[in-house]
């Protein structure tokens, strides 16, 4: 909570003693504990200031000092009861609490609150946000409403957003004056003016047009807090400022650069790879184990197509094979070639079935070396759609049309087998995993889905 006490005394034509003499005291309670108490003592002659601080006119001084203090606290699980007391002793004009909100026991912010998630955010909580990296600005933005006291003769005057780590600052997302239209950074909700109460202000928490300074190779922080401080001008035009942080969310960052160029499927708007720190630093220290990797999270973690991948910790990587013929970039076209090769190969063409058995053994390997990862949780894997009819010739030029079984790729990477096929490779020693799930939903027959510990 921000604050500021201010004094005044005339000056003093008399000579008595004491009569000129003043003491003050300044004094914040929250919930009955003192939080903040500070005093003092000064004599006030006929002309000069009483000391250090004080300002002085032709007739009288002043001395004005605006601090802060934090009630965290106290406002864990109720907003606190703040007391401000302000005296002055002897002779003297009472002292003055300018921040006529702190002196009615209520904050010029009182709280912070989340804005509904829009169109499109439906699958997320609302908890996380996109954090770009230096230089980089949001495509989709969101706002806070930070409620903010009506004082009498008080104008607001501009809004700033902090995005913290604790009590670090990372940076500022918004520092923007009070507007009027839609498209302002910061901006009055509602219509409702009446004085001693709360109306909600809208403030911007991401970054545009304010571009990121924030470090996030590596990212710096596995939760955040948005804080808001509004400016305020009294009525004899002091700067009054006021802040309140929000609870604990998740920030994402874009994945590590150095996959950038292991990519695969098409890009969705706003960015498709914002992950929490946990997975980048994931990401970063076992790119080994893996391949191509498609969507993380979208932006924010808004819905970009998927029932899951709103928490920053799972993504999609490529098979561990990639088919000859197929495009490396598109897994829809390794599934096609890699039915098309499993088609021939029931249909005896040898060099068919070499291809399907170096599927099988790189799926094994590379998802086995997955599966013993302690921060991996969860994989879902291949099951194998039926799908239409395969015309293949075969050796002795005879045509004949092929329909895969329903779970095929299940039957090849469990026994080594599929209908009377067998590659010679034996039951697979991980296909009972607990860790692992063969989705006969067939969502993940062309790519792995693979879930990190939070």
């Known amino acids: 909570m921000q604050f500021a006490y201010h004094l005044d005394a005339a000056f003093c034509p008399s000579s008595t003693p004491g009569r000129c003499s003043h003491a003050w005291k300044v004094k914040v309670e929250a919930n009955e504990e003192t939080v903040f108490i500070r005093s003092g003592a000064f004599e006030i002659g006929q002309s000069s200031a009483p000391g250090p601080g004080w300002f002085c006119s032709s007739e009288w001084c002043e001395f004005y000092e605006q601090s802060e203090i934090n009630l965290y606290p106290f406002n864990r699980t109720a907003p606190a009861a703040v007391k401000l007391q302000v005296e002055m002793t002897q002779l003297g004009n009472m002292g003055t609490a300018h921040n006529y909100a702190a002196a009615l026991g209520l904050p010029l912010v009182g709280s912070l609150t989340r804005d509904p998630l829009p169109s499109g955010f439906s699958l997320g909580d609302g908890s996380y946000y996109s954090i770009p990296p230096q230089g980089g600005t949001n495509t989709f933005q969101r706002a806070n409403s930070a409620s903010v006291l009506q004082v009498p003769n008080w104008t607001i005057q501009r809004g700033k957003t902090t995005v913290l780590d604790g009590d670090v600052a990372l940076g500022v997302s918004v520092d923007a004056p009070l507007g009027t239209d839609d498209a302002a950074q910061v901006r009055w909700r509602g219509t409702s003016t009446e004085i001693n109460t709360y109306r909600d202000l809208g403030v911007r928490i991401t970054f545009s047009p304010l571009a990121s300074a924030i470090s996030t190779a590596p990212p710096p922080a596995a939760e955040i807090q948005h804080q808001i ?216 027959d062309d790519h792995h889905h693979v879930t990190l510990r939070q």
């Open 229 to 444: 401080s509004v400016t305020a001008a009294d009525a004899e035009g002091r700067a009054v400022l006021g802040k309140a942080t929000s609870e604990n969310r998740h920030p994402l960052y874009l994945m590590p650069a150095s996959m950038s160029d292991r990519r695969f499927g098409p890009r969705d708007r706003g960015g498709d790879n914002w992950c929490t720190r946990q997975t980048y630093l994931w990401i970063h220290n076992n790119s080994n184990l893996l391949t191509r990797i498609n969507d993380i999270s979208g932006e924010h973690a808004r819905n970009i197509g998927h029932r899951s991948h709103f928490t920053g910790n799972m993504f999609d990587i490529y098979h561990f094979y990639t088919v000859p013929g197929a495009i490396p970039t598109s897994a829809g076209s390794n599934l096609q070639q890699l039915r098309r090769e499993t088609a021939k190969a029931l249909a005896g063409i040898v060099g068919s079935a070499q291809t399907v058995r170096d599927w099988v053994q790189a799926e094994r390997t590379g998802l086995a070396a997955l599966l013993q990862n302690t921060d991996v949780v969860r994989i879902y894997t291949a099951y194998g759609a039926s799908g239409q009819a395969i015309s293949v010739v075969k050796p002795d030029g005879s045509t004949v049309s092929i329909t895969l079984p329903v779970g095929w790729q299940h039957d090849l990477l469990r026994t080594g087998q599929v209908s009377e096929l067998d590659l010679g490779v034996g039951a697979w020693t991980n296909a009972s995993s607990p860790k692992l799930r063969f989705d006969d939903h067939f969502i993940h």
